[in-house]
């Protein structure tokens, strides 16, 4: 029955590519036993096969149109004409989740770490299950296949969770990122008639957009997962209390950052190789992380940047020879803050290009922001705006420092939680802005 | 266990409803107590005008139609009700409760011509008049049309009706300023650069939206069937029309039922960009000299007669 939903909730969009799904699914599916079964060079071969078999899926209907245009721009310099044609095709929803959530199956059963999967619906529904199928956490073989098996007893207190964990993710995408993209659209889309100071406002907005669009997405993936007692893995840990680049991503998108982990960087060797080559992995890893965000630029320069950030932080550490196995816990609070405020700075600065449609355009509004601030655009959803992330970093402040006493969504009197949670349904209904467009990260 | 869960999702229910109330009723006091600015103007037209001459539309209804002109001009009292971001749907249901209440002279209706093919711009979607639902039950059927059936469910909230409007209310209540609005005029200063080159607004390919069609012919029936003057009017803007055959239509529909069309479509006299805010938008200046030829033809229409 959860694959038949997960079936018709995917061909709600365009019903054809179920086709593409059923493809990949096959082909996983066939090849894992395969794998398990083979032996030598063979599995090698195999695993190539399936993963060439998802990639090639991905670079077909995401990045053929992006590559065609980079050649035709490139041709042009020789004054060539491209013959080669343009797709026109939409790109299926989720393509890139769920391919890598494929893709880790495979890897798996090659490592031997998860045996192959015998039966093919459970197989099909670990692909395509519809909280999950559409922008993730993108799961783990491990974590998953076992609980499809399981059987499931109705539990009223897994409903009651997963309700809450969805309340709490509707508030995040209905309140706080669809308020604040109304400011951020309005400046973002007229960025030339607007000031540098309006353009760092619509950056700091958007940090907080894109943060509640999507963790608030996972928020709603997990809560309906949960419903149906199925566990899904965090996706996002209060990212913005970060205090270096590097704990950044070990807070957001872990679902994709540790997938990049396990399944490149250390493939190409992590730490454990020279100075030169680690750094040129963290920086590789962080451009493909980049480019398998979109086909475009900006997107490889978010990437970039990261990769940028991170070796800086690794080469200062060696100058200074700071000592990572000394306890971390007694840094003053103005240490504190400052750490956690300078991550923040340089991870808006990355965003810019996360927003902007061309790299150029991305620049124009640094510049901008550093060199030509002047008046303020405000509108009344500047107030609501502040208000909502003055709100949301209170919230997870006091869920990071464990403030158990304020924490009222948990609390062990009944009447505070429903309080609780009764405010914030009638904030949703009060404050929520409800034509506010589709998840950010769905378009990936 | 079954009756605890039962007792605790009823308890969990009487807490959201018991939220709901208090704040929705806290939300409308703050809404209703405005003296000033754009809620309060459709409060006005809704509820309170009885001038002779009411003025509707999106922006370019509120920033080009100045009210003294056409009171000095005809001898009649007048309220720019103009509302940005609305579409006709908007027009329609003021149209439709200030009839309820009394019969203005003359009814006046800025239209944008591309509001009258299928998704053409972002705009609240009668949003602005949800507030106005439970007391206005001429307007429910508009927006259950626009906005779907289940919005009479999502009425049962008090809170939603006002959604958004906590900070709007609240800053309009607290200045103290020149409360209330009696003209309803929205003078733009400024002017567009001379360099500016006017914009294209082609419709060939774009599909009729037969609904905004059907408002304005009821909105045209209401009136006439009222014996009050209906003046559609496209204002000027800096721009070129294409492909607009949606005009024929409208002008036919008008002259049907006995209302005035009058279109400033590519019209050369409005061609000077000192005239305009912006592309879409007169000034004051520019106001000014479209209410005062406004009026002149209003007049020579009505002295044929």
């Known amino acids: 029955m959860l694959l038949a939903a997960s079936c018709y909730f995917y061909m709600a969009f365009v019903p054809?590519?179920?086709?593409?799904?059923?493809?990949?699914?096959?082909?996983?599916?066939?090849?894992?036993?395969?794998?398990?079964?083979?032996?030598?060079?063979?599995?090698?071969?195999?695993?190539?096969?399936?993963?060439?078999?998802?990639?090639?899926?991905?670079?077909?209907?995401?990045?053929?149109?992006?590559?065609?245009?980079?050649?035709?721009?490139?041709?042009?310099?020789?004054?060539?004409?491209?013959?080669?044609?343009?797709?026109?095709?939409?790109?299926?929803?989720?393509?890139?989740?769920?391919?890598?959530?494929?893709?880790?199956?495979?890897?798996?059963?090659?490592?031997?770490?998860?045996?192959?999967?015998?039966?093919?619906?459970?197989?099909?529904?670990?692909?395509?299950?519809?909280?999950?199928?559409?922008?993730?956490?993108?799961?783990?073989?491990?974590?998953?296949?076992?609980?499809?098996?399981?059987?499931?007893?109705?539990?009223?207190?897994?409903?009651?969770?997963?309700?809450?964990?969805?309340?709490?993710?509707?508030?995040?995408?209905?309140?706080?990122?669809?308020?604040?993209?109304?400011?951020?659209?309005?400046?973002?889309?007229?960025?030339?008639?607007?000031?540098?100071?309006?353009?760092?406002?619509?950056?700091?907005?958007?940090?907080?957009?894109?943060?509640?669009?999507?963790?608030?997405?996972?928020?709603?993936?997990?809560?309906?997962?949960?419903?149906?007692?199925?566990?899904?893995?965090?996706?996002?840990?209060?990212?913005?209390?970060?205090?270096?680049?590097?704990?950044?991503?070990?807070?957001?998108?872990?679902?994709?950052?540790?997938?990049?982990?396990?399944?490149?960087?250390?493939?190409?060797?992590?730490?454990?190789?020279?100075?030169?080559?680690?750094?040129?992995?963290?920086?590789?890893?962080?451009?493909?992380?980049?480019?398998?965000?979109?086909?475009?630029?900006?997107?490889?320069?978010?990437?970039?940047?990261?990769?940028?950030?991170?070796?800086?932080?690794?080469?200062?550490?060696?100058?200074?020879?700071?000592?990572?196995?000394?306890?971390?816990?007694?840094?003053?609070?103005?240490?504190?803050?400052?750490?956690?405020?300078?991550?923040?700075?340089?991870?808006?600065?990355?965003?810019?290009?996360?927003?902007?449609?061309?790299?150029?355009?991305?620049?124009?509004?640094?510049?901008?922001?550093?060199?030509?601030?002047?008046?303020?655009?405000?509108?009344?959803?500047?107030?609501?705006?502040?208000?909502?992330?003055?709100?949301?970093?209170?919230?997870?402040?006091?869920?990071?420092?464990?403030?158990?006493?304020?924490?009222?969504?948990?609390?062990?009197?009944?009447?505070?939680?429903?309080?609780?949670?009764?405010?914030?349904?009638?904030?949703?209904?009060?404050?929520?802005?409800?034509?506010?467009?589709?998840?950010?990260?769905?378009?990936? | 266990m079954i009756k605890s869960i039962y007792f605790r999702f009823l308890l969990f229910l009487g807490i959201v409803i018991l939220f709901d109330v208090v704040f929705g009723l806290f939300l409308r006091n703050l809404f209703f107590e405005q003296k000033r600015g754009t809620n309060y103007r459709t409060t006005f037209v809704l509820e309170k005008t009885k001038k002779d001459i009411i003025i509707l539309g999106s922006s370019r209804a509120s920033h080009h139609y100045v009210p003294e002109i056409f009171s000095d001009s005809l001898s009649m009292s007048c309220y720019n009700g103009g509302r940005d971001g609305t579409l006709f749907d908007y027009s329609y249901a003021c149209t439709q409760a200030l009839l309820t209440r009394y019969k203005p002279k003359m009814i006046l209706i800025d239209i944008n011509l591309e509001d009258f093919y299928v998704n053409t711009r972002a705009n609240e979607n009668l949003q602005s008049l949800l507030p106005y639902y439970r007391n206005h039950p001429e307007i429910r059927t508009i927006i259950q049309t626009v906005r779907g059936p289940l919005e009479k469910y999502k009425q049962f909230s008090f809170c939603y009706p006002f959604n958004s409007t906590l900070l709007n209310s609240f800053s309009n209540i607290i200045r103290s300023e020149n409360p209330q609005d009696t003209s309803g005029y929205m003078p733009l200063e400024g002017t567009i650069s001379e360099k500016e080159i006017p914009q294209v607004f082609d419709f060939g390919s774009s599909n009729k939206n037969e609904l905004r069609i059907d408002f304005l012919k009821l909105t045209a029936q209401l009136c006439q069937k009222n014996q009050i003057k209906l003046v559609v009017v496209q204002s000027p803007r800096f721009g070129v029309y294409k492909n607009h055959e949606i005009l024929n239509e409208i002008r036919d529909i008008l002259t049907k039922e006995k209302a005035t069309f009058i279109s400033y479509d590519n019209a050369n006299l409005f061609s000077n960009p000192q005239l305009y805010k912006d592309a879409s938008h007169l000034n004051d200046s520019g106001a000014r000299v479209f209410s005062g030829i406004l009026v002149s033809t209003i007049l020579n229409q009505a002295g044929k007669k």
């Open chain 1, 16 to 444: 054809i590519y179920i086709l593409i799904l059923a493809f990949t699914i096959v082909v996983d599916y066939f090849a894992g036993i395969a794998i398990e079964n083979a032996r030598g060079n063979r599995r090698r071969w195999l695993l190539m096969a399936s993963l060439v078999a998802n990639i090639g899926i991905l670079a077909v209907f995401k990045y053929y149109n992006f590559l065609n245009d980079n050649l035709t721009q490139l041709l042009g310099i020789f004054h060539v004409q491209n013959r080669i044609p343009y797709l026109e095709i939409l790109l299926p929803i989720g393509l890139s989740f769920h391919t890598f959530q494929a893709m880790s199956y495979t890897i798996e059963v090659y490592r031997g770490n998860q045996p192959a999967e015998r039966h093919f619906g459970i197989y099909s529904l670990y692909v395509m299950f519809y909280p999950q199928l559409v922008a993730g956490p993108i799961e783990r073989p491990q974590n998953l296949l076992h609980q499809f098996h399981a059987y499931h007893e109705f539990k009223w207190e897994n409903i009651v969770t997963g309700l809450k964990i969805m309340l709490w993710g509707f508030f995040k995408k209905l309140v706080i990122a669809d308020r604040l993209s109304i400011y951020v659209d309005a400046v973002y889309n007229n960025a030339e008639h607007h000031s540098g100071t309006s353009l760092l406002i619509a950056t700091l907005f958007f940090a907080f957009q894109i943060y509640c669009d999507f963790s608030g997405y996972s928020d709603i993936a997990i809560g309906s997962a949960k419903a149906m007692g199925i566990d899904l893995m965090i996706n996002f840990r209060r990212p913005y209390l970060s205090q270096s680049i590097s704990e950044f991503w070990s807070r957001w998108h872990i679902s994709l950052s540790t997938w990049f982990k396990d399944y490149m960087y250390i493939s190409l060797g992590g730490n454990r190789v020279g100075i030169s080559r680690w750094y040129f992995n963290l920086f590789f890893v962080f451009l493909v992380s980049g480019i398998w965000h979109g086909a475009n630029w900006t997107f490889v320069v978010w990437g970039a940047l990261n990769g940028v950030y991170l070796i800086l932080a690794l080469v200062r550490d060696r100058f200074l020879k700071t000592d990572k196995t000394k306890n971390q816990s007694v840094k003053s609070f103005a240490s504190t803050t400052f750490n956690t405020l300078f991550t923040f700075i340089l991870i808006c600065l990355t965003w810019v290009f996360f927003r902007v449609s061309t790299v150029q355009g991305g620049f124009e509004i640094v510049r901008k922001i550093v060199f030509e601030q002047g008046n303020l655009f405000f509108d009344l959803d500047l107030v609501y705006g502040f208000l909502c992330i003055l709100f949301l970093m209170t919230f997870e402040w006091i869920q990071e420092k464990r403030i158990e006493k304020l924490q009222w969504m948990n609390s062990t009197n009944p009447i505070v939680r429903y309080i609780a949670f009764g405010l914030l349904l009638v904030s949703i209904i009060s404050f929520g802005v409800f034509d506010g467009g589709q998840f950010i990260y769905f378009q990936f």
